[in-house]
C-alpha cells in the first residue's frame, strides 16, 4: 500500500469522522487503501466500510477483511452505490481527492511528464476518452478555456494556440509532443510548475473530476446520518472551494439560504479551523504539502 500511495493527513482526517466502532462508513477514494485500513481498525466486529475507486488497479490492495465492501465505481453514483449496498445511510464520509502516487509514478498512465508516454490520463481504464483526445479534438477556445479554469493559466490563450498549431502538421498522442507543442510558453525557470498546471487540466476535465466532486457533495446532506460528519481533503484551490462553500452554505456559489424568519437554513455545521500537514509530513511526503482537511457535522 504505502508503495502504491502514502496517505495524506491519516490520523487526522479519521480522527475527525469521530468513529463509532458500531458505525457504517464510506471512503470515496480507495486508492492505496491507507485511509481505509486505518477506519477499519477503528471499528468494531459490527462495524461497516464501503470504499469506492474507479481505478480496478486499486481493487488489488484490498485488504482481506469482511467488514470492507470495495465498490468499482465513481463516487459521483454515491447514494445509488449504498442504496445497493443496503446502506442507504452512514455515519460519516471520506474522499481524499488527490492523485496517487502510484498515478504520478507510472510511466503508462501519462499522469506524469516525467515520463514520455502516451497522453491518457484515465483513472478509469475502461473510459473511451483520454487526454489525446483533448488535445487534439478540442477547439482553441475549448483549449484556452480549461487552462484558464482548471490550470489557472494566465498564459492559457497561447498554450491553446501553440497546441492547435502542432497539431495542424501531425496529431499528438505522446507527453513529449505535448511538451514539444508549448515549448514556447514554457517558463525555464519555472518549467515545473507550469506543466503541473497544464497536466492538472488536462486530468480534471478527462476525469470529470470537479462535475463528480460537485455530484457527490450534493448527495452527502442525504446520505450522513445527523451528527454524522463529512472529511474532505483537498490539493487545489479549485476543488478546496467547492468543499468550503457547501460545507458552509450548502451550496457553491452564492450566500447559504434564509428561511422566512432570517435563519439560515445549511445541512451541515463547518468546522471553522482548516487543517495542513505539519512539518514532519511534508518533510516525509512533499507531495502532501498543498493538502487541506476540512471537516463538517450534518445537522
Not at 90 to 107: C, K, N, R, W, Y
Amino acid at each position: 500500500m504505502e508503495a502504491y500511495h502514502t496517505p495524506v493527513l491519516l490520523k487526522e482526517s479519521v480522527d475527525g469522522l469521530k468513529i463509532n466502532p458500531s458505525g457504517v462508513y464510506a471512503d470515496c477514494t480507495f486508492g492505496g487503501g491507507g485511509h481505509s485500513r486505518e477506519i477499519l481498525s477503528r471499528l468494531g466486529a459490527n462495524g461497516r466500510l464501503i470504499a469506492f475507486d474507479q481505478d480496478a488497479e486499486a481493487l488489488a490492495n484490498r485488504p482481506d477483511d469482511n467488514r470492507l465492501t470495495l465498490v468499482h465505481g465513481n463516487f459521483k453514483y454515491l447514494s445509488n452505490y449504498l442504496r445497493f449496498e443496503g446502506a442507504p445511510q452512514v455515519d460519516g464520509i471520506l474522499a481524499d481527492l488527490g492523485v496517487s502516487g502510484h498515478h504520478f509514478d507510472s510511466e503508462t498512465r501519462g499522469f506524469s511528464f516525467r515520463f514520455d508516454s502516451e497522453l491518457d490520463m484515465r483513472m478509469n481504464q475502461q473510459a473511451d476518452f483520454s487526454a489525446q483526445d483533448i488535445v487534439n479534438d478540442y477547439s482553441v477556445d475549448q483549449l484556452a478555456s480549461i487552462f484558464r479554469m482548471y490550470g489557472e493559466l494566465d498564459n492559457a490563450g497561447r498554450v491553446a494556440w501553440l497546441i492547435d498549431g502542432y497539431r495542424k502538421s501531425k496529431r499528438i498522442k505522446t507527453i513529449g509532443e505535448l511538451k514539444d507543442a508549448i515549448a514556447q510558453a514554457t517558463p525555464q525557470k519555472a518549467a515545473t510548475k507550469f506543466l503541473a498546471k497544464v497536466f492538472q487540466a488536462l486530468r480534471i476535465e478527462v476525469n470529470h473530476e470537479m462535475d463528480a466532486l460537485r455530484e457527490m457533495l450534493e448527495q452527502t446532506a442525504s446520505v450522513i446520518k445527523p451528527g454524522g460528519r463529512l472529511v474532505v481533503i483537498t490539493y487545489h484551490s479549485l476543488e478546496d472551494r467547492l468543499v468550503k462553500n457547501y460545507m458552509k452554505n450548502g451550496k457553491f456559489d452564492g450566500q447559504a439560504e434564509k428561511d422566512l424568519f432570517g435563519n439560515v437554513n445549511v445541512p451541515f455545521k463547518m468546522e471553522s479551523k482548516v487543517i495542513v500537514p505539519d512539518d514532519r509530513e511534508l518533510e516525509e511526503n512533499s507531495r502532501s504539502r498543498s493538502a487541506k482537511l476540512r471537516i463538517a457535522e450534518r445537522k
